[in-house]
């Protein structure tokens, strides 16, 4: 078996040329699994998880970016080697002066079967709800100034149909996940499509257009170099139309205090966003609760308006992990 970093690797260079990305994107995309691919739903250790992330990006350019995410995913029915899991994901983007936004919520739905004691196969599938939105009353239009004033009652005179525009996306994904029995050592390798049916989401134009299939791929894995040390690398890609993105990152995590009821570990890793920025980020995790931070650091062309300053990202995430039940032995009283 080769080591969880080297597969992490080997899937990036099968993926995509960089270049610049158009949907929605996180640089903490490895809190985010089902954002990626609806396959990732239930996969993790534990029964339940709630993921919650935001992202402020370019606040010192009038064309600034805010992008939530919720997601839910829970183990629900588990037969022998196959599982069953659902999943819940909303999210949220909007910049500009004019709010223009774009917003999804769905349900998801994955079956994963194991491959054996160390590995499994999971396949999912995702409908949701896409509405892209603009709030036309925020915009300033030429026929709108009365000689040396601006008058908001006055008539823009510009051709609007809609400023909201609603439709269904499906989308679907597999996901192989490995897991050592012997140490922390781990590797999840997965890909997803999204909006296979091609739905349009129009603002009342003349001219709809269908949206792009968006291609996802990521690799994330773990590989325990000392008895409370691990070395971390993380990779993504994606693929809508012309635009792409890719995200390659690595660090260095190390374990404080163990026990069913003290588990503590610090994470930091460097990552880059291609012909974009430098990700810096560190995350602390305790008993059931995970929480990340990291900034983007640009480096494009774009620094020119930005002073390499990208975007901070916070994410949260919370897992219901049971305590194993352990035989104990009565021999005498503790209080």
Known sequence: ????????????????????????????????????????TGVFKGEWRVAGLYRSQWRTVPVSYETYSISADWKAIQQGKSLISFGILLQNDQAGDANLSWGQGGLNLSAAHSLGKLSSISIGFGLAAIQRSVDITRLKFKNQWATDFFDPNLPSKEPF?????LAATLSAGL?????????????????????????VVSLGGIEET??????PFFSEAVYQIRESTDLVAFAAAQSMKSAKEMVIGAGMRQILTTGLANITSIQATLATRLG??????????????????SYDLNISRFDEATDSRGGIEIAVVW??????????VKCCPVF
């Open 1 to 40: 078996m080769y080591p969880p970093i080297l597969l992490t690797f080997l899937g990036l260079f099968i993926c995509f040329a960089p270049a610049v990305a158009q949907d929605l994107h996180f640089s903490q995309f490895y809190h985010n699994p089902t954002h990626l691919t609806p396959a990732a």
């Open 161 to 165: 149909g809609s400023s909201s525009g």
């Open 175 to 199: 996901l192989w996940h490995y897991q050592s029995a012997e140490s922390r050592n781990r590797a999840s390798v997965g890909f997803g499509a999204f909006h296979l049916n091609r739905p």
């Open 210 to 215: 269908k949206l792009p299939v968006r291609i």
């Open 276 to 293: 974009d920025a430098i990700i810096p980020a560190v995350q602390m995790e305790r008993n059931n609760w995970l929480v990340g931070i």
């Open 319 to 328: 897992r219901v992990v049971p305590v194993p039940v352990t035989k104990v």
